[in-house]
T-cell receptor, first 112, second 117 residues
Framework: GDSVTQMEGPVTLSEEAFLTINCTYT??????LFWYVQYPGEGLQLLLK?????DKGSNKGFEATYRKETTSFHLEKGSVQVSDSAVYFC???????????FGAGTTVTVRA | GAGVSQSPRYKVAKRGQDVALRCDPI?????LFWYQQALGQGPEFLTY????????KSGLPSDRFFAERPEGSVSTLKIQRTQQEDSAVYLC???????????????FGDGTRLSIL
């Protein structure tokens, strides 16, 4: 079945540091890949997505590239801010499917 | 607002009680999903509706869980005879098109945090 494995947290960084959250997946088909973010007290929000190999999703300074050869979709940001403190979820939706499969989430805390 | 709305935000119930959780999807969205998010985990799929039809309930953990969407808009997730392991955040999501074939994203509500004492 489909599964997503992402880097365990928590991750604590200083402002302006570089952030990487690793995500790898297993899928039976050809999935679309997503990063969702959950800010404290709020619901899940779509951060970025990629639907085919070598696509790069980007939003709010975050980027992730769909790497089919390594079945990965690592999230990166070059200079984090305190406001980036949140839980980040990697997710996939397999082709011919509709439901999302999520990783366990990575809690990121950015200190001023 | 234009987003997915869930109520209540918090629900505390005693073990054995029945609970009902409500989801108002974005107006006009055909697809509606329920997910369960245990503490420290990612959301897990429970069930899927296309309009009023429940096309997939494979993720419902037991027959104590029941979901409906009678008019193809508002949905209710009901849990009967609640157990402590039912404690979780229940998330509702909607998307515009059936089965997301166009890769439209799922829009999530803020969830209902259910605590069973």
């Amino acid at each position: 079945g489909d599964s997503v494995t992402q880097m365990e947290g928590p991750v604590t960084l200083s402002e302006e540091a570089f952030l990487t959250i690793n995500c790898t997946y297993t899928a039976t088909g050809y999935p679309s890949l997503f990063w969702y973010v959950q800010y404290p007290g709020e619901g899940l929000q779509l951060l970025l997505k990629a639907t085919k190999a070598d696509d790069k999703g980007s939003n709010k300074g975050f980027e992730a590239t769909y790497r089919k050869e390594t079945t990965s979709f690592h999230l990166e940001k070059g200079s984090v801010q305190v406001s980036d403190s949140a839980v980040y979820f990697c997710a996939l939706r397999d082709s011919n499917d509709y439901k999302l499969s999520f990783g366990a989430g990575t809690t990121v805390t950015v200190r001023a | 607002g234009a987003g997915v709305s869930q109520s209540p935000r918090y629900k505390v119930a005693k073990r054995g009680q029945d609970v009902a959780l409500r989801c108002d999807p974005i107006s006009g969205h055909v697809s509606l999903f329920w997910y369960q998010q245990a503490l420290g985990q990612g959301p897990e799929f429970l069930t899927y509706f296309q309009n009023e039809a429940q096309l997939d309930k494979s993720g419902l953990p037991s027959d104590r869980f029941f979901a409906e969407r009678p008019e193809g808009s508002v949905s209710t997730l009901k849990i009967q005879r609640t157990q402590q392991e039912d404690s979780a955040v229940y998330l509702c999501a909607s998307s515009e098109l059936p089965r997301d074939l166009s890769n439209q994203p799922q829009h999530f509500g803020d969830g209902t945090r259910l605590s069973i004492l």
